[in-house]
């Protein structure tokens, strides 16, 4: 499943979250998909970007119990990854506003703890997930000014071989 879908289908998850280990739960998810779109972009996206997206792979584990199966797992594209790279980074901003109310009423340290704890790793992931939207920025950025210098180059040469006819 692309990356795109993926962030929908976990982002409509943890909105129809109702109990605390749900939402904990869908956050954990939110933290696994970042990562493993972090590790397709490592091993199939552009070689500028690449550092960047390991760096995202990378980033801190979001506490989730070993039991829990990914949802990532079921990512095997990322047909458009300006795109899905927005979306996760709305994604991560969610997870992590679904956490605040729950660490702030946590009547036991251990919820507290294991919310400020996914908090930080999804913190991590979302400032993962900017440099590496500011790394495809600047390919495309690049990559149109290109286009504009070939263009321009194009249309000169047109331009003189009109003349010289």
Known sequence: MDATRLVVVTAAALGAARTETEVVREAWQAGALARAVGGVLAATGPPAQRAGARGLQETGDTGAPPCL??????????????????????????????????AATAGESGTYADCMETIEALGNCRDAVGILRGLWAEATEEAARENRSTAGAVIRDAARDDENR
Request: aromatic share 0%.
């Open 69 to 102: 199966r990914p949802r990532a797992d079921r990512l095997t594209s990322v047909a458009d990854p300006p795109r899905a790279l927005d979306a996760l980074d709305a994604l991560l901003g969610e997870a992590v506003h679904a956490l605040i109310p729950l």
